[in-house]
T-cell receptor, first 111, second 114 residues
Framework: GDSVTQMEGPVTLSEEAFLTINCTYT??????LFWYVQYPGEGLQLLLK?????DKGSNKGFEATYRKETTSFHLEKGSVQVSDSAVYFC??????????FGKGTRLHILP | NAGVTQTPKFRILKIGQSMTLQCAQD?????MYWYRQDPGMGLKLIYY???????DKGEVPNGYNVSRSTTEDFPLRLELAAPSQTSVYFC?????????????FGEGSWLTVV
């Protein structure tokens, strides 16, 4: 079945560092891919998404490119801030109502 | 903008007690979902609904029940609480089933069973 694998955390970086959180997926067809973010004490919010191969999703300085050849959707940001500290979830949906989430990666940004 | 509203936010239950987690959305979404989030385990789908009067099991439905009498409301019932049900519960909704559609989450309900 479909699945999402993302790098385990926690990831700890200094402010202004470059961020990459890896995400790979397994799917039978052509899924849509998402990154959701969960700030402390809150629910998940959509950060960005891509619905077809080679699409790039972007929001709040974060980017991720849908790579069909490597079945990946890695999240990147050029210069992280303390306010980016959160848990990040990679997810996919493929044609039906359900969305499949990865286990989440906790990110700590140090001032 | 209310979006998806869950109540209560925090609750402590004794083993064997029952309770209902309430969820309401004001976006006229057809699809609603209940997830649980255990530490380090990501999100697991408990039940979902594609419209009023229709519900279906997700990955981990045992010990839970749902109903969907209106488009707006999707309550989750725990009949005989067990320690294994200690978790954070998230209700969510989306407009339609088409892949790529955004899911909107509530703020979560923290449940502890002792």
């Amino acid at each position: 079945g479909d699945s999402v694998t993302q790098m385990e955390g926690p990831v700890t970086l200094s402010e202004e560092a470059f961020l990459t959180i890896n995400c790979t997926y397994t799917a039978t067809g052509y899924p849509s891919l998402f990154w959701y973010v969960q700030y402390p004490g809150e629910g998940l919010q959509l950060l960005l998404k891509a619905t077809k191969a080679d699409d790039k999703g972007s929001n709040k300085g974060f980017e991720a490119t849908y790579r069909k050849e490597t079945t990946s959707f890695h999240l990147e940001k050029g210069s992280v801030q303390v306010s980016d500290s959160a848990v990040y979830f990679c997810a996919l949906s493929e044609g039906d109502d359900k969305i499949i989430f990865g286990k989440g990666t906790r990110l700590h940004i140090l001032p | 903008n209310a979006g998806v509203t869950q109540t209560p936010k925090f609750r402590i239950l004794k083993i064997g007690q029952s309770m209902t987690l309430q969820c309401a959305q004001d976006m006229n979404h057809n699809y609603m979902y209940w997830y649980r989030q255990d530490p380090g385990m990501g999100l697991k789908l408990i039940y979902y609904s594609v419209g009023a009067g229709i519900t279906d099991k997700g990955e981990v439905p045992n010990g839970y029940n749902v109903s969907r009498s209106t488009t707006e409301d999707f309550p989750l019932r725990l009949e005989l609480a067990a320690p294994s049900q200690t978790s954070v519960y998230f209700c969510a909704s989306s407009y339609q089933a088409r892949a790529g559609n955004t899911i909107y989450f509530g703020e979560g309900s923290w449940l502890t069973v002792v």
